[in-house]
């Protein structure tokens, strides 16, 4: 698996762009300002180094150290400075009550492996900690304009729900729009978007 993205991470490109997901732009605010951020699945580091750029203490975990070269390229280069850890998500541990926000952009895991993640985020989040997450529904296989082509890959608004308990959705909704981050999202496109908090105690 990790020689597939280091493959594609290598390109001299950057493949999904060096600017942020949309969503996740508009979804930033909700996240405690200044607080510590866990970018899932980061990739080649658009969407950590934008939220650095916004004062959050930033890590990217990712199974590619190539990807996660070029997060640090893009970082210096922004003139920011982010975290960075080469780990598979099938054996990287979420610190429990740790984090202010933790996003997942098109992170895209089988079903029991998600299953697990998203129960280590919530026990990850602090107290008022936001969950933010973009991610193609099975109706993306129609499209074919980016995101893996296995349907038990995707998610829905239902599965959300399921598999995010203890958090309280501030926006959970299924709709098609325009992405365009690089070579491999580029049309309409098929998600689901969630921005879920973690209720103060």
Not at 31 to 43: D, F, Q
Not at 51 to 73: E, F, H, I, M
Not at 96 to 111: E, R, T, Y
Request: include cysteine; aromatic fraction near 8%; charged fraction near 20%.
């Amino acid at each position: 698996m990790n020689n597939l993205w280091d493959d594609r991470y290598s390109q001299p490109e950057y493949v999904y762009g060096k600017e942020p997901n949309d969503f996740l732009v508009g979804a930033t605010p909700f996240i405690p300002k200044k607080g510590r951020v866990l970018c899932l699945a980061e990739g080649q580091g658009r969407n950590a180094v934008y939220l650095a750029s916004q004062g959050y203490a930033v890590t990217g975990v990712d199974a590619s150290a190539v990807g996660l070269a070029k997060a640090q390229a893009l970082a210096a280069d922004r003139g920011v400075k982010i975290e960075t850890i080469v780990a598979d998500l099938s054996e990287f541990k979420i610190q429990p009550d740790a984090w202010d926000g933790i996003v997942s952009i098109f992170c895209h895991l089988p079903p029991h492996l998600r299953t697990d993640i998203h129960r280590q985020s919530v026990a990850g989040l602090r107290s008022g900690g936001v969950f933010i997450l973009e991610a193609y529904t099975p109706r993306q296989l129609e499209f074919k304009t980016g995101g893996p082509p296995n349907v038990d890959l995707m998610m829905t608004a239902a599965i959300l729900s399921q598999e995010l308990p203890g958090l309280e959705f501030q926006h959970l909704r299924e709709i098609d729009r325009d992405i365009y981050e690089g070579e491999y999202h580029h049309g309409i496109g098929a998600v689901v978007q969630a921005i879920a908090i973690k209720a103060s105690t």
